[in-house]
């Protein structure tokens, strides 16, 4: 009995310090959406700020945004959709009136948001009219502060 004593012993310290280090690495992973409802959605973001007044300073051209607040940086965006096309016709709307954006990948599973979002896609796909842009961005980010923060 005592032969078998030491090499479960052993085991046993093997084991938990294995699963330890297995645990810690993913406590160090960003975190990502688990759901069937999750989508793939394109933010386009207008600016990082170092404060939040710099960025309300920055941002009071536009009727609505939303910001998110990422390594003590503000990040402000200024259109959401869940096609690529769409998002780069929002990139060149807002390059054409004189703002400079990125298009950003997130993840987002909820469900509600996604669905008003679809809809607005439709409409977004089927327009050119800058207007209607402009228009149709200041609905979904506002669809997004009800229904998302």
Request: hydrophobic share 35%; aromatic share 14%.
């Amino acid at each position: 009995m005592k032969k078998y004593l030491f090499p479960v012993f052993i085991s046993l310290i093997l084991g938990i310090s294995m699963a330890y280090f297995i645990i810690r690495q993913y406590e160090t992973m960003p975190a990502l959406a688990v759901s069937s409802e999750a989508e793939t959605l394109y933010y386009i973001k207008c600016g990082v700020y170092k404060d939040i007044d710099t960025m309300n300073d920055n941002m009071k051209d536009f009727i609505n945004y939303i910001y998110n607040v990422e390594d003590n940086q503000y990040h402000s965006y200024i259109g959401i959709t869940t096609s690529k096309d769409n998002a780069l016709k929002i990139q060149n709307y807002y390059k054409e009136i004189g703002y400079e954006t990125e298009i950003e990948q997130r993840i987002t599973d909820n469900k509600d948001f996604i669905n008003i979002l679809k809809q607005y896609d439709e409409l977004l796909t089927k327009t050119d009219d800058n207007e209607s842009v402009k228009v149709i961005c200041n609905q979904v980010l506002a669809k997004y502060e009800e229904l998302v923060k």
